[in-house]
């Protein structure tokens, strides 16, 4: 898996070479500010870029706001945002076009490594990655309303699940039900959210988003 790494912080920046390196994965840019990001985004070919919010000139959104001017253009993009806090304004923004292959991450997340990785693979494949307390914050936001507000409270944690980029099968396990009924539950949610059948995958990334968008 090729990656762009974008982060300022050096031991931060290091650490997270270090794991992705001994993970096998091939890093092709590693830079500590926006307009190097920007360059490495448009110039270089990779499988999933691994960007910080905050980046120098500006230590305010620069990561992000490159992030988002590069899937503008390359649509559908593979990126996974870290953050020091969940900033619902951040997350909606990176939600915003209605595509896969996004993820939006806490630092604190990064030190978990299996759950770090299997993140940056998900995003990577097209999938969509939301940090449980992301999730929640969204969540709390408002109640849902509209196709949302029809799923049961059982199809609400299954795609729940779905959104923090758990498998049926993790899903399965973490509600103690069965795989067959995770698949029964996603079927109802699909209905529910008249996902017409198409790639199961583009169905489940647009479940999600529909689910965080409220």
Known sequence: ?????????????????????????????????????????????????????????????????????????????????????????????????????????????????????????TVAAGGTVMDPMVVAKLLSRSGKRGRIGSLTPREHEVLAGMAEGHSNTSIARTLRISESAVAKHIAAIFGKLRLEPSSEVNRRVMAVLAYLKG
């Open 1 to 121: 898996m090729r990656v762009v790494l974008a982060e300022d912080l050096f031991l931060l920046r290091d650490g997270l070479t270090r794991t992705l390196l001994e993970h096998g994965c091939e890093i092709v840019a590693s830079v500590d500010n926006g307009p190097e990001l920007r360059r490495a985004l448009a110039e270089r070919d990779f499988d999933v870029a691994l960007v910080d919010i905050r980046l120098p000139p500006t230590h305010t959104d620069e990561g992000l706001k490159a992030a988002l001017e590069a899937r503008r253009a390359r649509p559908g993009l593979p990126v996974l945002i870290l953050s020091q806090y969940v900033d619902q304004l951040y997350a909606h923004e990176l939600l915003s076009s209605g595509e896969g292959a996004v993820g939006y991450l806490l630092k604190d997340r990064v030190t978990h490594t299996t759950p770090f990785l299997d993140a940056l693979r």
